[in-house]
């Protein structure tokens, strides 16, 4: 059992930075591929970035170049570098774990970027 906890959220001017965190409990957190999601209002949840246990790294279009995910297996801690944010970027974030066949979710932070 995987629990996923998200931090770092909140409001943001257009062209800010923020570092969202997902901290994990459990064990086999190296093992786990990790990912960041996130859920616009009225809107389908989509892939922001994964992470695999040996650091390859995928991101959806619309973020490359200006997030950058990373993890942290001592800390049991993956983040999200979020930077150049978009009012687009405004949604719920959620952190994923996949292994062992099964997955988990944290219960997300928001991210607002507005003036």
């Known amino acids: 059992q995987v629990q996923l906890v998200e931090s770092g959220g909140g409001l943001v001017q257009p062209g800010g930075s923020l570092r969202l965190s997902c901290a994990a409990s459990g064990s086999g957190f190296s093992i786990y591929v990790m990912g960041w999601y996130r859920q616009a209002p009225g809107k389908q949840r989509e892939m922001v970035a994964t992470?695999?246990?040996?650091?390859?790294?995928n991101y959806a279009d619309s973020v490359k170049g200006r997030f950058t995910i990373s993890r942290d297996n001592a800390k049991n801690t993956v983040y999200l570098q979020m930077n150049s944010l978009k009012p687009e970027d405004t949604a719920d974030y959620y952190c994923?774990?996949?292994?062992?066949?099964?997955?988990?979710w944290g219960k997300g932070t928001p991210v607002t970027v507005s003036l």
């Open positions: 994923r774990a996949t292994g062992f066949g099964r997955q988990y």
């Open positions: 992470i695999t246990s040996v650091g390859s790294t």
